[in-house]
């Protein structure tokens, strides 16, 4: 029951009774509901935050778990993504470089990739901004892989031709390393810009520099004709083997020669040791690959001896940027 007020009226000198309006009452009831919906509203955002339903829990812990696997999955892409671009490099470097057949240009393998939308049917339903990305980049990355597989098949196809066209010429292309490297530890400076030994300034290094005791087996890396075998000024001791087909190989610093001019040699076979004549700092073979007279990455001709996994070693050995043993 409502409480009854009174009121001292001054100038009747008694106490009146307190009439209470209808709006007054509906004001003061709707000032009521109005603080309550806002407590409730101020509870229900702070408990939100706090406390999840059991739902929400479950869906938030789906959604790391699918974060974590698309995270693994790219990941896995990455690395197959790895594998196929030296798969190329290779391909353009060395096979086709060998049968004189053009490389395979980037636009090339790379085409069609940018058309692909078959993905699209996914970004179009509601998902959050970062998961459509997400979704939208490993499919991206997937069809990528697939076309360049496709041009890649294509181009083995093409080179296995080729094999079968110039069987002849595949043993008088350098294919092995010119000395025993069974550890993969002689290699010791690549081709390209390096550190000189004594002038300690960058210099173009045109070959490939393999440490090795003194007397070491070198061998002629392709059959051919043995062009000079000679002291030639700052490589010292030197053996030149043509191989015909505008290739030539050059082993440097060689303690001793075991073969003459205008001798046949065959792949694998020695033709002299390994020494630190001419301008060395150690013992050691410089070895060359030259086309048309011009040196070119004798990294790219080690593919009979070894197996993938070595040749990417080698790759990797071969790019360090260290100092030559000239
Ligand atoms: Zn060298």
Redesign the pocket.
């Known amino acids: 029951m409502a409480r009854v007020k009174y009121y001292y009226d001054t100038d009747t000198c008694k106490y009146e009774r307190v009439k209470v309006k209808t709006t007054d009452i509906i004001l003061n009831l709707l000032g009521f509901l109005t603080f309550s919906v806002l407590i409730a509203i101020g509870f229900t955002a702070i408990y939100g935050q706090y406390y999840k339903s059991d739902q929400e829990k479950v869906l938030q812990s789906e959604n790391e778990k699918l974060k974590e696997f698309y995270a693994i999955l790219n990941n896995r892409l990455e690395q197959v993504d790895k594998t196929l671009t030296s798969l190329q490099t290779r391909d353009n470097n060395v096979y086709r470089l060998i049968f004189e057949a053009n490389p395979i240009p980037n636009s090339v393998r790379m085409a069609g990739v940018k058309n692909d939308k078959s993905y699209e049917k996914i970004l179009k339903s509601g998902l959050a901004k970062d998961k459509k990305s997400l979704i939208s980049n490993t499919f991206k990355r997937v069809n990528q892989l697939k076309r360049k597989m496709y041009v890649q098949t294509k181009s083995y196809d093409e080179i296995i031709k080729m094999v079968k066209d110039k069987s002849k010429m595949l043993s008088h292309l350098p294919a092995i390393q010119p000395i025993s490297n069974k550890q993969l530890t002689r290699l010791t ?1 690549g081709f390209g810009t390096r550190m000189h030994p004594l002038y300690k300034v960058a210099h173009f ?1 045109p ?1 490939i ?1 393999f440490a090795a005791p003194y007397n070491t087996p070198i061998y002629a890396t392709a059959d051919g004709v043995v062009k000079r075998s000679e002291y030639m000024g700052g490589y010292g001791n030197t053996v030149d083997i043509d191989h015909g087909y505008n290739y030539v190989t050059r082993y440097a610093h060689m303690a001793s020669f075991k073969v003459r001019p205008g001798e046949k040699v065959k792949r694998g076979q020695c033709i002299g040791y390994v020494g630190s004549t001419g301008f060395s700092t150690a013992p050691h073979v ?1 070895y060359e690959v030259l086309k048309n007279n011009k040196q070119i990455d004798p990294v790219y001709f080690f593919f009979n001896d070894l197996t993938p996994e070595e040749y990417e070693k080698i790759l990797k050995l071969a790019s360090i940027k260290n100092q ?3």
Request: proline share 0%; charged share 10%.
């Open positions: 400076s290094h070959g520099d410089h030559s043993l000239s």
